[in-house]
């Protein structure tokens, strides 16, 4: 629909596809490729993550996902087949913005007027979309997980891009939201709870997106100060990281080796 070489789509094709859409625009389905991307990864690593657990009852595995469908959707098959929860946060979901590109404030007006660029649903109902989803730990228990069902509470959804141009990206003080966002999963990766409910040999598997993953890991994680936004990261591509209370360290970014005959 959106070409960042061309002239923007017109309303008539935006709400073509708006209608054409379930649900929110901001929640859909994994694709057929996605689908079968998150069966390769299973394939791929459900031997590895056996042997770990089978090596030692000390070595604890814990999923852990955004309320986004393509993101838990991707780890469901691993997680299945290892007999495990996959546990939803409420702070891990995309940056709940597009790329600024000609057209794309228009498409956030149309799908904001056409109450479809929020995700209402409340605990019981995504654990009932899918039992495997654990919603108990992190989520809020009384109303829509996301506060008001926004990717980006406060913010009318054209105000994430500057009003005249769009060539300088985002606007400071949306950026500033996802930064704060960043950091507190960082914190959180760092917390005594996690670091002891994980133990010295815990692997917590997270499934989060492109854009947000590229913040948390090169900016709030990394501190890098030349980092961008990362919006080709593979589905299902996969990045190692050593984290305790006081280091971070990056093993692997953006691996796709079980990826390598698709």
Not at 156 to 181: C, H, K, N, W
Request: net charge neutral; with cysteine; hydrophobic share 35%.
């Amino acid at each position: 629909l959106f070409n960042p070489g061309g002239p923007p789509p017109s309303t008539e094709a935006i709400l073509k596809l708006i209608n054409e859409t379930d649900g929110p625009m901001v929640d859909r389905n994994l694709s057929s490729l996605g689908k079968q991307q998150a069966n390769i990864l299973k394939d791929f690593y459900i031997n590895p993550l056996k042997q770990i657990i089978n090596n030692n009852d000390d070595n604890k595995i814990k999923f852990v996902s955004s309320i986004q469908k393509r993101a838990w959707s991707t780890i469901l098959p691993l997680a299945k087949a290892l007999n495990k929860d996959i546990y939803i946060r409420d702070d891990l979901h995309e940056v709940g913005a597009g790329p600024p590109i000609p057209g794309i404030r228009k498409y956030a007006k149309l799908i904001a007027e056409k109450k479809k660029d929020r995700i209402l649903v409340t605990a019981n109902e995504l654990h009932e979309i899918e039992p495997r989803l654990n919603t108990k730990q992190y989520c809020n228990q009384n109303g829509s997980i996301l506060q008001d069902g926004s990717l980006h509470p406060g913010f009318d959804p054209i105000d994430t891009y500057p009003e005249e141009d769009l060539s300088i990206g985002m606007t400071g003080a949306f950026l500033e939201q996802v930064t704060t966002r960043g950091n507190n999963v960082k914190q959180w990766l760092q917390s005594d709870e996690l670091q002891n409910e994980m133990g010295s040999n815990g692997l917590l598997i997270i499934a989060s997106h492109a854009a947000f993953l590229s913040r948390l890991i090169l900016k709030s994680i990394l501190n890098c100060k030349d980092w961008k936004f990362n919006v080709n990261l593979k589905n299902s591509s996969t990045t190692l990281m050593s984290i305790t209370k006081t280091t971070c360290d990056l093993l692997t970014y953006n691996n796709e080796d079980h990826l390598i005959n698709e």
